[in-house]
C-alpha cells in the first residue's frame, strides 16, 4: 500500500507538472489509449468471457460515468494543489457507502452515518466556504468523488458475474472510447515529450493498482486502508518541494478527518463480514455406515 500510495503521487504529479497545455479531455484520453497496452496479458480473459446484454450495459454505463470523472479529475489537477486534490479524492469511498445504502440496499448503521457526516465536515474544512473563494478546481473534484463513487458500485455490481481481469480491462477499454469523443473536439497535436509523460502516467496507474490487488491480497482491508492516509502525505512534500505549494493546515486537517471517517467505515464493514462468516453454519462431515 506504501507503494500503491507513491504511485498515485506520482500520476498527480506528472500530470500537474503536464499542466494545462493540453486539454485535459485529451490528456485523459492519451493516458487511456497509451495504457491499453497494459491489457495485453487480460486479453484471453476478455476472449473467454461470456457476457449478456445486460453485462455490456453496464459495462457501458460505467465507461460514460468513469470517463466523465476522469476528465474532470484532469481539470482539477490543473486548478488546484495536489493536497487539495489527494485529500478531497479520499470522499469516493463515502459516497460508495452512500449508494450501497441508496442503491443496493445496504443498511446504513448509526455508526456508518456518523462516519459519513465525519468525511463532510472534512470537505467542508478544506473548502472552507465564505472563509477563501472555491474554485472550480474544488467544484471538479467534488464530482470527480462522485463519479468515481457511481463506477465503484457499477464495478461491484458486475463483480458477481465477470471476473477481476474482464471488469478492469472492459473498464480501460470503454473509458478509452467514451474520452474520445470529448478529446476530439479540443484536440491539439502533442509533443513526443507529453505523450512520453503520459505513457509514464499510464505506467504508474497501472503499477499503483497491481501492488493495491497485490496488498488486499496479503492483509485485511482494515491493515492496508490507514496507509493510505501516506499518500496526502507524499502529496504534500511532493507539492511543497516541486511546485512551491504551500502546506496548508486546513487542508491537511480536512484530509485527516476524511480518511478516519474511511477507515471507520472500513473497520465497520470488516467486522460486520467476520460476524456474518461466524453465523454461517459449518456442516457435519459426511461419516461412512
Known sequence: MVVTGLCFVAVTAIVKYLGDDMPAAQSAFLRYLLGLVFLLPMIP???????????????????????????????????????????????????????????????????????????????????????????????????????????????????????????????????????????????????????????????????GHYAMTLAFAAAPITVTQPVTFLQLVWAVLLGAVFFAEPADFWVILGGTVIISAVCMITWREAVLRRQSAARVPVSEPVRGG
Not at 486534490?85 to 459516497?95: E, G, I, R, W
Not at 458500485?153 to 471476473?163: G, R
Not at 470503454?174 to 474520452?179: E, F, N
Open 45 to 207: 480473459a476478455l476472449r473467454r468471457a461470456s457476457l449478456s446484454r445486460r453485462d455490456f450495459n453496464l459495462f457501458g454505463l460505467r465507461g460514460i460515468v468513469h470517463s466523465l470523472g476522469v476528465i474532470l479529475w484532469f481539470y482539477a489537477m490543473t486548478q488546484i494543489s495536489i493536497a487539495e486534490v489527494t485529500a478531497m479524492n479520499y470522499l469516493s469511498p463515502v459516497y460508495v457507502t452512500l449508494g450501497a445504502a441508496l442503491f443496493l440496499g445496504e443498511r446504513l448503521a448509526a455508526r456508518r452515518i456518523l462516519a459519513v457526516l465525519a468525511a463532510l465536515i472534512g470537505a467542508v474544512i478544506i473548502l472552507r466556504p465564505g472563509f477563501r473563494e472555491i474554485s472550480p478546481g474544488h467544484i471538479a473534484m467534488l464530482g470527480t468523488a462522485v463519479l468515481f463513487a457511481g463506477s465503484y458500485l457499477l464495478a461491484k455490481i458486475m463483480s458477481a458475474t465477470a471476473s477481476a481481469p474482464v471488469v478492469v480491462g472492459m473498464l480501460s477499454i470503454t473509458v478509452t472510447i467514451g474520452l474520445a469523443p470529448f478529446a476530439a473536439v479540443v484536440w491539439v497535436t502533442p509533443s513526443l515529450e507529453q505523450l512520453a509523460w503520459l505513457f509514464l502516467v499510464a505506467a504508474f496507474a497501472t503499477g
